[in-house]
């Protein structure tokens, strides 16, 4: 199955210094709401193999206008509401959206 024409989304955050398992506490809050989500295929939580505070949510979607259509949609802020705090502002993009041009 090709994977060309899908739409990844990365989203980086920061667990607060006294609170390791946050961002994975709210991650697990927001992925069983957006269970069924049309478009969205799954997601994942990645945490820094140098840094266990940094932390970054990679969702993957059918396709760029299946998660623009839910990005627009009156649901997506409140859904990711509770990640929302530990977004790295630090970072000049802490939001990227990617589509996948070639698979192997």
Known sequence: ?????????MVWHRA????VDAVA???DQISR?????PGLIGNELL?????????????EW???AAFRVWEEGVSHRP???PLRQYQDREL?????VFEVTAAF
């Open 79 to 81: 859904s990711t509401s």
């Open 25 to 27: 506490k709210a991650y």
């Open 92 to 96: 000049p993009n802490f939001f990227e």
């Open 62 to 64: 059918e396709s760029l």
């Open 47 to 59: 945490r820094s193999t140098t840094d266990p505070h940094r932390m970054v949510v990679l969702s």
């Open 16 to 19: 607060p210094a006294d609170d």
């Open 1 to 9: 199955m090709s994977t060309a024409g899908r739409a990844r989304v």
């Open 33 to 37: 709401h957006l269970e069924g989500t």
